[in-house]
């Protein structure tokens, strides 16, 4: 027997539609903020609770709802957008069927609270099944409208039952208010759950579309966006928007469409967009883009989803294959260089991330638990190289006829092992000198010069101790200013940086300014220069008044060395400072003054001719470059606080400090074809691995400004190398 065919009731029908609708509290939200966007507001506020399920509140500042229209607000197919079908074609916002309040009604208990801007108050209605229950009321309220939703899908069991749990329901809502809120720069957006005080997404009225992603997703993404933008006449349509660059990556795609500033789904243009993308990223990683496409309003069908979320085009495939050669190129443009964004040092003792590296040579014998590739550390920091024995040949000193102030003139013999008795040894002469020179690293002077840093209570507790034979080449200091200035670099110490140094590889230089050391599983760039310059700081500081003296082989003028200075563009020489020669025998006159405290406290002597004869020794087998002493003595004169002991001893250990650092501007590179043929010129690569950085395992304390001021970088981490080649 044939089926009978009823008209169902109009209750059911409406049900019906509605549940095609509104399929989740998400896209009932979704509806409802483009109403809001539709009237013209620029405040949209979203309160949840228990996922959507049992509130929604939408509120905005908007033109509000007539009090004439609220009785059909609610029903099916009433808009204010749209009277002819005609109109469809030029539609351009987002609400066009009046479907989304009344399929709402339908499966929800609803009220509506709205005030236009000519409104002496707000009026309030409760609907059910796109009905008014009663005539509005009138109450207090602000312009614009409330939206309250309550019990959704009280009437549909099935729909409620299948729905997730709140919590994945809540952060669905969460998603669909940020994408509008990235797309709507200008418009403030916030949603919350019921009872909190702080929002969960929140976006200021004046925030731009990088400030809003940074907002939602979080500096990670919103400092890789590329802008993006083009315009195509022949296919009528325009493209802005932000995709990340090849640094930035994640595990699923993240794709916000607007199309006519309606949020859509385009699985062609999403495909075609990673398509592109995999030539830049590992495996299974995934861009992020924001993409608004403004198409012109003929050629775009909207009418084809009950939800919206799909639109039809004329001209698809020639649209997106014009967005996706778009995005290759900008692709193309950025990876030209890449940048690396890190802490300049991780905080505290995790610099070093030892807690999760295991050592290849002891895990063996430690334990039985497996260590991965990628946590496997291939160096062993107290591995020594055979050159660190045969220090670089260099020129011989100038004859001192010819020899100028700024000249290499100064040569300590004991400083370095004759050139031409190296020249000459056998082998066994020289296994025996290795020999000899390791024996000599344990005697008690080379222990004194490596010596640890030790709290200046318990180092001078130790030296007042010491035997008479033990102290008669090394002074007890008990100036005040002394301790509180050793005082200063202990408690200023960076203990993670310090255990970096002392237990690093040496991987090599990049330029005099720049050095590669590995620490564990990771690879470090540091400031030579600064690093260099804190050295003998702390050197100055700590061996105050026991250096040993680094001779000139010429007496230096100092006459003659502040008229080189005061000629440099660097001094900043005026005339209203006086003629040069005056200020050149001030300068003379004065350190003259000064020589018997600069002998006795730093080694540094001046003869009663005006000569500079002797500067302080501090460290074994090292010289400073001599074309900055001019500007040495020229700052020594200008630049140290004479008149206050503590500020005095302080500033001139920064300038001696700054003389005797590895500065980039007064060393001369080697051409490459020139490195194997002229030694002299790379002999400052020997000197900062064997004798700069030696010390730094043993000598320095590094202070807590090097991890703040980009003179520690992180450039590369194992694991993480291991992530970006896992696909090769």
């Not at 013209?40 to 509130?55: A, E, R, W």
């Not at 924001?290 to 085009?313: C, G, M, R």
């Not at 001078?460 to 010491?466: N, S, T």
């Not at 203990?495 to 230089?509: A, D, P, R, T």
């Amino acid at each position: 027997m044939a089926g009978v065919i009823r008209r169902l009731e109009e209750t059911v029908v409406n049900r019906i539609a509605a549940g095609e609708v509104i399929q989740r509290p998400a896209n009932a939200v979704k509806e409802m903020i483009e109403n809001c966007l539709d009237a013209k507001s620029t405040n949209i506020q979203v309160t949840v609770k228990d996922g959507g399920l049992k509130l929604l509140q939408i509120q905005d500042n908007g033109t509000g709802i007539r009090r004439e229209d609220m009785e059909i607000v609610c029903e099916r197919f009433t808009t204010s957008k749209l009277q002819t079908f005609e109109d469809l074609s030029a539609i351009s916002t987002y609400g066009f069927r009046g479907e989304a309040l009344a399929s709402v009604s339908h499966v929800a208990h609803v009220t509506i609270t709205t005030k236009t801007a000519d409104a002496k108050c707000a009026y309030r209605g409760s609907y059910s099944d796109g009905k008014l229950k009663a005539p509005p009321k009138p109450c207090a309220g602000n312009q614009g409208t409330q939206i309250l939703v309550e019990d959704l899908f009280y009437n549909v069991s099935t729909r409620r039952k299948a729905l997730k749990s709140p919590s994945d329901e809540y952060s669905r809502i969460v998603e669909v208010v940020s994408r509008y809120a990235i797309h709507n720069s200008g418009k403030s957006f916030s949603v919350k759950k019921q009872g909190e005080t702080v929002a969960d997404v929140r976006t200021l009225p004046n925030a731009s579309v990088v400030d809003n992603i940074r907002g939602v997703f979080g500096n990670a993404v919103s400092r890789e966006l590329i802008e993006v933008g083009c315009e195509d006449l022949k296919l009528a349509y325009k493209m802005k928007g932000y995709i990340s660059n090849a640094n930035y990556s994640v595990k699923k795609c993240m794709l916000i469409l607007f199309i006519n500033h309606r949020l859509v789904e385009s699985s062609a243009l999403k495909k075609a967009i990673e398509t592109v993308y995999a030539a830049y990223l590992p495996k299974n990683a995934h861009p992020f883009l924001y993409l608004s496409l403004e198409i012109a309003p003929q050629n775009v069908d909207v009418n084809v989803h009950p939800t919206k979320h799909e639109v039809h085009f004329l001209h698809e495939d020639g649209v997106i294959e014009s967005v996706q050669k778009h995005i290759e190129s900008k692709l193309l443009g950025s990876n030209s260089s890449r940048t690396y964004f890190t802490q300049t040092l991780l905080p505290g003792l995790s610099v070093s991330g030892g807690s999760e590296v295991k050592s290849v040579r002891h895990t063996a014998a430690e334990s039985d638990e497996r260590v991965y590739a990628h946590q496997m550390v291939r160096t062993d920091c107290r591995a020594q190289k055979l050159d660190a024995f045969l220090q670089p040949k260099e020129k011989p000193p100038p004859d001192p006829e010819s020899a100028g102030p700024g000249s290499r003139e100064e040569t300590a013999k004991a400083a370095r092992p004759p050139s031409d008795e190296m020249d000459d040894m056998d082998d066994a002469d020289m296994l025996q000198a290795l020999d000899e020179q390791e024996e000599d690293k344990q005697s008690t002077h080379d222990v004194q010069r490596k010596r640890p840093r030790k709290e200046p209570q318990q180092q001078e507790k130790e030296e007042e101790e010491q035997t008479a034979a033990a102290t008669s080449k090394r002074r007890v200091i008990k100036l005040a200013s002394i301790k509180d200035l050793r005082a200063e670099i202990t408690e200023n110490t960076h203990k993670g940086l310090q255990e970096m140094l002392q237990n690093h590889s040496f991987v090599g230089c990049v330029n005099p300014q720049w050095t590669l050391i590995q620490h564990h599983t990771k690879l470090y760039l540091l400031n030579s220069s600064r690093l260099s310059q804190e050295l003998f700081y702390q050197i100055l500081i700590y061996d105050f008044g026991n250096f040993g003296v680094l001779r000139l082989s010429t007496p230096a003028p100092i006459y003659d060395l502040a008229m080189l200075a005061l000629e440099s563009d660097e001094s900043g020489w005026t005339e209203d400072d006086g003629p040069r020669e005056g200020l050149a025998q001030y300068i003379v006159d004065f350190l003259k003054k000064k020589a018997e405290m600069l002998e006795d406290y730093f080694s540094m002597e001046v003869d009663q001719e005006g000569n500079l004869i002797g500067l302080p020794l501090l460290l074994d087998k090292y010289t400073p470059v001599m074309e900055g002493l001019p500007m040495f003595i020229l700052r020594l004169a200008t630049e140290v606080n004479w008149d206050n002991e503590k500020e005095c001893f302080r500033d001139f250990c920064k300038e001696c400090s700054m003389f005797y650092s590895i500065r980039k501007e007064y060393i001369l590179e080697a051409e490459p074809a020139e490195e194997q043929q002229d030694a002299e010129l790379n002999s400052w690569r020997w000197n900062v691995e064997h004798i700069i950085f030696k010390a730094f395992r043993t000598l320095f304390s590094p202070p807590m400004h090097l991890s703040e001021d980009g003179s520690v970088l992180q450039i590369a981490n194992l694991p993480d190398l291991y992530k970006v080649f896992e696909r090769c």
